[in-house]
């Protein structure tokens, strides 16, 4: 680039280009930008991958017209062989190998086939087994009224027959002729009566329990745990070491074999709701081992009707499941039970959640598992220490609670004084009545558990005391003539004691 001079003095630049330049001008300049350069070499790659996919297509374009070509042939030399024969009027010249062999019967493909076809069943039973497994809605009416259509008229029941044809023909009955299937739902006492009879089935073992057991007697307060607790003692060491796994079986959830009550099955929920440690909001359904606690052979106590008694040991196994239909039909002590069994877990359960639960058995998305017992031996040896031990812990309980001393005694040795009494006895100042103690207000006598209370710790048949009506008079009867003792306005009344109470009201009662 150079300067010039104007006419006027201006400069004026111009651009000098050489001769060697301006021949190169009408070849191919070559870029110096950097993404220029990197540009035409991408547009280099591309047209290469598209020649290369081109003489693919090219190469499969052959290779088919190569296979339509031979299949031609083929064809044509079949059609020459055809002819030949047609011309000649014997089929049998043709040979074999040149007729065609049909698709289906290639034994190169027939094993590729046969796998295919197994791998169809194989998804077809994955994608619709479970849902065919688990059978249509059940439909209680339609059963129920075809089983009482049967029972009635049973030749009728069978689909494609004749029944008058029948009848003129008795002898001529098709054996091909299929009876319709049973339903899928059945009879809650056929369900009932079928595991019976499979615990039935069931050997026993070589010593049995006895025909007749005695029961567990135990203080009105004391509950079977507690009582089973107290076996840490001593002398009953080796009895608490062979009741550490111990099994309570409930009245209401539990039923016996009625040909062989040894044996026998009872309800457990298969899912639990728990609520979350950490969340006391978030609740969970957990599934249950039913059979978890009992796999070994395990002591185990049941209450009927009131009364506890030892079973023996036993150990568990998994029977059917109870249907919605034997749902329906247990008590409602039993079902709330369960119910409540099924969120003992949970906290802050409502009303509402009881109701969702039941409703949820109801429709069959929660299980109840029937879970079997067998009976696997009876050790007499626990039988006897329970009994012995119970009879101990009674009379043990009874001491603490009863007093040493005769409270009609106390009360008219604190008659006759008048005043203060130390002891057990009563206590009064002459003027203000006196208060019986504690533990001679209300004696406590021993009470088979589950006996009907009186109030007072006695059975109504008439163990111990008697019954509460003549516990309370003669309760009524002794502070009477507490207050008779004791209590004296004008100093005249000062010498009755209980006799006298007791005497006066013989005659007719006592009077102000």
């Not at 990197?38 to 499969?60: H, T």
């Not at 042939?73 to 000649?88: G, Y």
């Not at 079977?224 to 409930?250: I, K, M, P």
């Not at 012995?388 to 008219?412: D, R, S, Y």
Request: net charge neutral; glycine share 8%; proline share 7%.
């Amino acid at each position: 680039m150079t300067t010039v001079l104007g006419p006027d003095g201006e400069k004026h630049h111009a651009l000098l280009v050489s001769s060697d330049a301006a021949k190169g001008s009408d070849e191919l300049e070559v870029p110096t930008c950097p993404l220029r350069i990197a540009e035409m070499a991408i547009e280099i790659q591309l047209e290469k991958l598209r020649v290369v996919e081109a003489m693919k297509a090219r190469d499969v374009l052959v290779h088919k017209l190569s296979d339509a070509y031979t299949s031609i042939r083929e064809k044509t030399e079949m059609i020459e062989h055809l002819k030949q024969a047609l011309s000649t009027g014997n089929p049998t010249s043709v040979p074999p190998s040149s007729l065609p062999v049909a698709w289906d019967q290639n034994p190169e493909t027939a094993v590729p086939r046969t796998q295919v076809a197994d791998l169809e069943a194989l998804i077809q039973d994955l994608r619709f087994g479970p849902r065919n497994a688990m059978g249509p809605p059940p439909t209680y009416e339609e059963a129920e009224d075809r089983r009482a259509s049967i029972e009635s008229n049973p030749i009728a029941a069978v689909p494609g027959s004749n029944p008058i044809a029948m009848s003129t023909l008795p002898l001529v009955i098709s054996t091909t002729t299929a009876l319709p299937a049973p339903c899928r739902e059945e009879r809650v006492k056929d369900m009932a009566n079928a595991r019976f009879a499979f615990l039935a089935s069931i050997p026993l073992p070589d010593n049995p329990p006895d025909d007749t057991l005695k029961p567990i007697v135990l203080p009105a307060s004391c509950t079977l745990h507690e009582f089973l607790g107290s076996t840490s003692d001593a002398h009953y060491t080796h009895l608490g070491h062979r009741l550490g796994n111990y099994r309570v079986l409930q009245s209401l959830t539990t039923k016996w074999c009625p040909n062989r009550e040894e044996h026998g099955y009872f309800y457990s929920p298969l899912f639990k709701c728990s609520t979350n440690p950490r969340v006391t909001t978030a609740h969970r359904w957990q599934s249950v081992d039913v059979t978890a606690r009992m796999k070994h052979p395990t002591e185990c106590f049941y209450n009927r009707e009131g009364l506890w008694y030892y079973a023996g040991s036993y150990q568990a196994f998994r029977l059917e499941d109870l249907t919605t239909k034997e749902w329906a039909q247990l008590a409602t002590e039993t079902t709330t039970y369960l119910v409540k069994e099924t969120v003992s877990g949970r906290k802050n359960v409502s009303p509402q959640n009881i109701y969702e639960v039941s409703q949820l058995y109801s429709a069959g998305a929660l299980k109840v598992a029937c879970v079997g017992l067998q009976c696997v031996g009876f050790n007499r040896e626990v039988y006897k220490a329970i009994l012995e031990h119970a009879n101990k812990f009674t009379q043990a309980k009874w001491k603490i609670v009863n007093t040493t001393t005769n409270p009609l005694a106390n009360i008219g040795a604190a008659a006759n004084t008048g005043g203060s009494n130390t002891g057990t006895g009563v206590s009064g100042n002459g003027n203000k009545p006196g208060k019986l103690p504690v533990e001679m207000s209300r004696p406590v006598s021993p009470t088979v558990l589950g006996a009907p209370s009186t109030g007072f710790g006695v059975i109504a048949a008439g163990v111990g005391l008697g019954n509460g009506a003549v516990w309370n008079t003669t309760s009524t009867l002794l502070s009477q003539a507490n207050n008779l003792a004791i209590l004296s306005s004008d100093g005249n009344d000062t010498g009755h004691t209980a006799e006298g109470a007791m005497a006066a009201y013989r005659a007719g009662g006592f009077k102000k």
